[in-house]
């Protein structure tokens, strides 16, 4: 491997590992020396982060699939059990947000049927 070659792939490396640890980031929060993280109920974040700045809450309707045992029947020379069913789903989706001062970043905190499922950072705070 020559040195140009070598170089690059120390760069990809590099911008790998920053990559992958920003993306590690996003995916929990720290409140002081507490860590909430995905999968954390409202009621968890809440009482380890306090009252959030800002909340917001919508439903947004999700279609589902699901195969749905039933009778074995041949179909284009392949034996098929059961079939697919289409449902149409309530997702209640809440938006918290966080202002932890001006020495830290805002995190936006979007939780999926009272569970934790995305923070993402945004600009600086305002306190």
């Known amino acids: 491997m020559n040195y140009r070659t070598w170089g690059q792939w120390v760069f990809f490396c590099l911008c790998s590992c920053v990559l992958a640890s920003q993306a590690n980031a996003d995916n929990g929060m720290r409140c002081g020396s507490r860590l909430v993280s995905e999968g954390d109920t409202l009621y ?7 009252v959030p700045d800002a909340a917001t809450q919508r439903v947004e309707y999700r279609t589902v699939r699901r195969v749905v045992n039933g009778p074995c029947f041949k179909q284009q020379n392949q034996l098929v059990c059961g079939h697919v069913v289409e449902q149409t789903i309530e997702v209640v989706i809440d938006e918290w947000t966080y202002d932890f001062g001006s020495s830290s970043f805002i995190r936006h905190v979007t939780f999926e049927q009272g569970r934790l499922r995305d923070v993402a950072t945004g600009r600086y705070g305002n306190k």
């Open 44 to 50: 968890d974040v809440r009482s380890l982060c306090g």
